[in-house]
């Protein structure tokens, strides 16, 4: 007598709908405004470099009725682009690397305490951070100096700026202080320590600086228009003031000029752009 068998499958339970997340679909929204906040002035810039000056007095928001690149040529010729980038770069390399270099060999021994009152220093560098900036006494000592109207001198105001500093400070006391001993027991002097080991370990931190400092000097605008008089040592940001005449501005070539003024910048942020995050957020836990 054979016994017949019959499974019986039971039906396949399905996955919970994972609930709706209102908290991720918020941030997101608020994410993409704050997104269109920042891109959208550049997206307006772009629009008004491509319109012709006709075109834009008719309607500055509408787009362009055909694309005028005769304003990035323009722009090149009337602003003097290759003299003045050229000064612009050279002051942005020379100050960015002057400045580097002497704010790792301050910023090590603060951070690390090898100096009296290491503590005082750095507040004081984070009060000066909310101070302006002293111009009356600053023109002055430019003029006792001789260094006033002098590309040497120029670059020199740039090698001061607290931000920087507190950044490497931080970063700094988040290496290992087993290294400095492991160093010093090898016979390892201070400046071969801080040029071949801590130097390569703060590169996140110095990529960081070096961005936020050339950036700052290539749209400084206030500091030549007060210390260079001379063209020949205009940056492209005082030479960009040609585009203002007596009875208006020509807004599309001004505009393709900003967009050309602000490439190389873009590509430096683009290039260093892992180490930025990393450099600022190296120092987040320890203070």
Same mark, same amino acid.
């Given at each position: ?20 997340? !209102? ?5 997101? &929204? ?45 722009? !090149? ?94 970063? &700094?006391?988040?290496?290992? &202080? ?39 000097? !290539? ?69």
């Amino acid at each position: 007598m054979s016994t017949i068998t019959t499974t019986v499958e039971k039906p396949q339970s399905r996955a919970p709908a994972r609930p709706l997340r !209102w908290g991720r679909i918020f941030s997101y &929204i608020t994410l993409g405004l704050i997104a269109l906040i920042y891109l959208g002035p550049l997206l307006m810039l772009v629009n008004t470099s491509l319109k012709s000056m006709p075109d834009f007095m008719k309607s500055a928001t509408a787009l362009p009725s055909s694309l005028n690149l005769d304003n990035f040529v323009e722009a !090149w010729e009337k602003a003097n682009f290759l003299r003045y980038l050229t000064n612009t770069l050279i002051y942005t390399v020379a100050a960015t690397v002057l400045y580097c270099i002497t704010a790792v060999f301050v910023a090590f021994p603060i951070s690390r305490g090898y100096v009296k009152g290491a503590g005082l220093l750095l507040t004081l560098y984070v009060i000066a951070l909310f101070l302006p900036v002293a111009l009356i006494p600053q023109f002055q000592m430019m003029l006792a100096l001789g260094l006033y109207n002098n590309p040497f001198g120029y670059v020199m105001l740039f090698l001061v700026n607290p931000i920087g500093i507190v950044i490497l400070v931080n970063y &700094i006391k988040t290496l290992p &202080i087993e290294l400095d001993e492991a160093a010093a027991m090898d016979g390892c002097g201070y400046f071969r320590f801080v040029t071949s080991i801590a130097l390569p370990l703060m590169q996140p931190a110095i990529a960081t600086v070096a961005v936020l400092h050339a950036i700052g000097i !290539w749209n400084e605008l206030i500091l030549p228009t007060i210390y260079l008089t001379n063209k020949d040592y205009y940056p492209i940001t005082r030479g960009m003031i040609v585009f203002q005449g007596v009875y208006g501005s020509d807004w599309p070539t001004l505009a393709a000029a900003v967009l050309i003024m602000t490439l190389p910048m873009i590509v430096l942020f683009l290039a260093l752009q892992r180490y930025i995050v990393s450099g600022l957020t190296a120092g987040a836990v320890k203070g």
